[in-house]
């Protein structure tokens, strides 16, 4: 069994923004795998799908980004999951829009959401899947940068990262972490 977090902030003023690729993942993963309408748990929308005969639990929190780590911490207590099961899929400023990333392990980079999973956890041994946005013009903010919506060919782009991290999570929970990697990094 894997739980799947997807990272962003609930409501529509953070709809298609780069900060929402976490929760954009998870919505294409659904769709994919063939989802039950979400239900509400943890402060929490979730569902339950299976790949082959392998349980996932597909969450985003509706906590807002820098309390994440609160849910995730509820739904693997609830489970029974230790954090090696955790995939965490969020947006991240330091790779080039549009690529993909996946490990285990490492720090946040300044990236709230991940630092309050790892605050909550209190470990850093879990799953991430980051999705690239790079880094805003130098007259904007980063936070007006990844709250901002996406357009145009940036916007075809993310999809696409969206589509392929998507593909990496069933890779991940198929074959591995490391053949994951291999083919995805």
């Known amino acids: ?15 298609q923004s780069r900060h ?8 294409f993963l659904a769709g994919l ?8 748990k943890f402060g929490s929308l979730y569902a339950d799908v ?7 639990v597909l969450v985003q929190p509706l906590t807002y980004m820098n309390r994440s780590g609160l849910a995730v911490t509820e739904f693997l207590g609830y489970y029974s999951l230790l954090p090696e099961k955790l995939i965490l899929i969020y947006d991240d400023l330091d790779l080039p829009p549009g690529c ?7 720090g946040s980079a300044g990236h709230r959401g991940v630092q309050s999973v790892i605050d909550s956890l209190g470990t850093t041994d879990f799953i991430r899947l980051r999705i ?11 936070a007006d940068y990844v709250l901002a919506k996406v357009s145009g060919d940036e916007k075809v782009l993310l999809n696409q990262a969206v589509i392929r991290a998507a593909e990496a999570v069933q890779v991940v929970v198929r074959q591995g972490l490391d053949i994951a990697m291999n083919n995805f990094n």
């Not at 069994?1 to 709809?15: A, D, K, S, T, W």
């Open 50 to 56: 299976r790949i082959d005969h392998e349980k996932l």
């Open 100 to 106: 993909i990333r996946i490990r285990r392990g490492g």
């Open 132 to 142: 690239g946005i790079g880094k805003p013009p130098q007259e904007m903010d980063v």
């Open 20 to 27: 929402n690729l976490g929760y954009a993942t998870i919505d």
């Open 1 to 15: 069994m894997h739980l799947i977090v997807g990272l962003g902030n609930p409501g529509p003023r953070y709809e």
């Open 33 to 40: 795998l063939h989802a039950q309408q979400p239900a509400r």
